[in-house]
DNA sequence: TTTTTTATTCTTGTATACAAAATACACAAC
DNA sequence: GTTGTGTATTTTGTATACAAGAATAAAAAA
């Protein structure tokens, strides 16, 4: 059996959208920069026809405006759009809170402890980068216990389109011992499994976002 | 100037992608079956090359599951998966109601409150087409009210995910009237600029739509 | 008869060629 | 120097050809 099954099982169709993707959100392809297709498949060596079904797919994402014969840009958000986002967002994660605290089992929570606990390990040690990927991790896994592909189906879109101002706002030092604390707060009320309570937990922490992002767009 | 403008104006692409969006939501491509390319680029007089960039579109908009190598197949929705999309809405249109009581102009509300009339005669009509054609519109301009964009964005999605069902959820008349209450609360509420009150309503609405249309599922 | 194998046909995936549109450029007129 | 016009170049959009894969049917073996 080949290890590499998992990658290479995916669709060339996926692969593509994935590595645009990234280059998005890595900054690498510039917000409101033109996406040169020639360059672009050049790099990934694939032909127009797979390359121009992902861009369609990351624009039904959010994530590249298709502007009809003038070529396709990636999406700039303004403040606006990312306060819409923000504000989406934290509704759906409160939601998610709520459900899971009546949906997810022992196991579950105690694995969210965990992770949240490995992210504190980091915090201590202000290693920016991992806290970082666990802070997503947790973020999606929470959202998970909800039980609710459709919330995780719009929480994985929002925290994709947002990824890349996220990743700018932690820049700021001052602000990541807020962001810690209000974990703290989700994870007491996950333990006790104060649905209310958790949901405006989860709802205040993205509110907080706005603040530490919107000085960096 | 031509009339005809804003329809030629736009691209292949957005005509390809509505018009199988149609084609689904109308029960024409039956949920389930598996769209065969060649005849319907035939009958919509495209080549495949635009036809399955609008798939790409209709596969991350949720209508459709493009199967590699298999072909596509229109998205069939167990009663978990229209359970979990009313769950989302639910909370969604609950947000955009209470934004709505904050952000939306008098003049924005009396027209909505107009359009709630204009349901109330087709109910007493029984007319029951241009009575579900109107209740689409009340929600989307409600949406609208919240001037979040992000969230007009994802009530449209799901709106659009969930038509076909509600279509045939009201077939069924004896709730009719429970809707049309509904309603009518929503609409005081937002007269009176009660925001909670207004979500809270629009998320009992959406509950309410559940049970109208689970057994048709 | 049932199962397995192999050949054929049909469908999907990708590359490429051509058409259409937009952009860039050069040059002229003002 | 600016504006306008026509041409060349580049880029985008669509059709089609070919390759690769899956489904089907036919033939052979159990």
């Known amino acids: 059996m080949n290890t590499s099954l998992a990658i290479t099982n995916r669709s060339l169709h996926d692969q593509v959208v994935s590595r645009v993707r990234d280059l998005i959100i890595e900054g690498i392809l510039e917000p409101g920069s033109r996406i040169d297709e020639a360059s672009l498949i050049d790099e990934l060596g694939v032909s127009r026809t797979p390359f121009r079904e992902a861009l369609r797919t990351l624009a039904a994402e959010g994530l590249v405006i298709v502007r009809p014969s003038k070529g396709s840009v990636v999406r700039k958000l303004t403040p606006e759009d990312v306060f819409a986002m923000l504000e989406v967002l934290g509704h759906l994660e409160q939601l998610a809170g709520e459900l899971a605290c ?48 459709t919330l995780q189906e719009m929480q994985r879109n929002l925290q994709a389109r947002l ?34 309570r958790l949901g405006q937990a989860m709802a205040r922490h993205i509110a907080n976002t706005w603040d530490r992002v919107k000085d960096s767009i």
């Open 102 to 149: 009546q949906r997810a089992s022992d196991q579950e929570i105690q694995a969210l402890v965990d992770l949240h606990n490995r992210m504190l390990v980091h915090y201590r040690a202000r290693d920016r980068m991992p806290y970082y990927k666990l802070n997503q991790e947790f973020h999606s896994r929470l959202t998970e216990l909800s039980k609710n592909d």
């Open 163 to 196: 990824k890349r101002i996220r990743y700018i706002g932690n820049q700021r030092p001052d602000s990541w011992a807020g962001a810690v604390e209000d974990h703290e707060a989700m994870v007491a009320a996950l333990k006790a499994r104060d649905g209310k």
